[in-house]
């Protein structure tokens, strides 16, 4: 067993509030400048760009955790990650029969572009990607479970868009894997303030939308490699930890 630094919380050149400079190509390169073994790509409502990160990130012996942040119809924000391309094609499905066809304003809420190995723009994704899907948040963690992933609330510290700003509570049918918390509190400030079990294993990412906060913010895996299931072994068994206690 061994620890590694994790940061499972970064968005492309396709989430619309990613900064344009937020390349798979730049991304990999800063997240290896930051000694970074594993990172989760999760941009909004989309699992497309991760293929082309991935492909890049295993040249510099990087591990991707295939992910993304989704946005329920209460409009709380959840990561959740899959054990392979196969099982993101199928959430993808799920994602694009359940979000509403809003066209993207540019100017309004920013660029929604698919670019290939070498940065080149393949694709402008027309359809906005920041709305809300029509299906609340049990039935997305129930989805995203059947199809072997890991689900978790994110940044639930955050005053908007987070389970606890939206619900006000965590629903105690909600089966969730972790939680995640932002670089603006710890975990200990955080089971305190919301009552976390100690038996929850709580999570701390970057949330990076610009290539210097990659990295800004990881939590440590111990585990025998970097795979999908040896993250999820070891969020379920508690072992990670914060950078900041």
Known sequence: MRTVKADLHIHTVLSPCGDLGMSPRTIVEKAAEKNLEIIGITDHNTTRQIPVVAELAAEKGIFVLR?????????????????????????????????????????????????????????????????????GIEEIEKKVHSLGGIFVPAHIDKKVNSILSQLGFIPPGLHYDALEITCFTTAIESRRKFQIDEKVCIIQNSDAHFPEDIGKRFSFFTLEEPTFEEVKHAILRMNCDNMIL
């Open 67 to 135: 992910g993304v942040e989704i946005t329920s119809k209460e409009e709380i924000h959840c990561l959740a990650y899959f054990p392979d391309e196969d099982t993101c094609i199928r959430f993808q499905q799920y994602i694009d029969a359940n979000l509403p066809y809003i066209e993207n304003k540019e100017g309004t809420f920013g660029y929604q572009v698919l670019v290939d190995e070498h940065d080149r723009i393949v694709e402008m994704e027309e359809k906005l990607l920041i709305t809300a899907l029509n299906r």
